[in-house]
């Protein structure tokens, strides 16, 4: 499976960005896939996550009410919905695959990322 993101940039303090993430290969269906974050210093977090039927998500505390993942089985992508942007969401996004994509250590697949910057 390859990932690659798109839809990164930079925003002002309020302002909203779609992120999306188109895979390869037949095997997408069979994935959970994420977006995880990862800001100059820190370690990579986990932002969301979906199951493969779509049927469930998770979000982290600090997103919630703000972002929405979805998936689009057909399109073999994902989505991430980013609103009320603050500062603190700056960071490379990476989008991610794998059997429990909660944590790093379930990754299977990694995108490159996509750098969103949130700047007046």
């Known amino acids: 499976v390859q990932l690659v993101e798109s839809g990164g940039g930079l925003v002002q303090p309020g302002g909203s960005l779609r992120l999306s993430c188109a895979a390869s290969?037949?095997?997408?269906?069979?994935?959970?896939m994420g977006w995880f974050r990862q800001a100059p210093g820190k370690e990579r977090e986990t932002v969301a996550a979906?199951?493969?039927?779509?049927?469930?998500?998770y979000y982290t505390d600090s997103v919630k009410g703000r972002f929405t993942i979805s998936r689009d089985i057909v399109e073999n992508t994902i989505y991430l919905q980013m609103n009320s942007l603050k500062p603190e969401d700056t960071a490379v996004y990476y989008c991610?695959?794998?059997?429990?994509?909660?944590?790093?250590?379930?990754?299977?697949?990694w995108g490159k990322g996509t750098l969103v910057t949130v700047s007046s």
């Open positions: 979906i199951s493969r039927s779509g049927s469930r998500t």
């Open positions: 991610a695959a794998g059997f429990a994509v909660l944590t790093t250590t379930g990754v299977n697949y």
């Open positions: 290969g037949r095997t997408f269906g069979g994935y959970d």
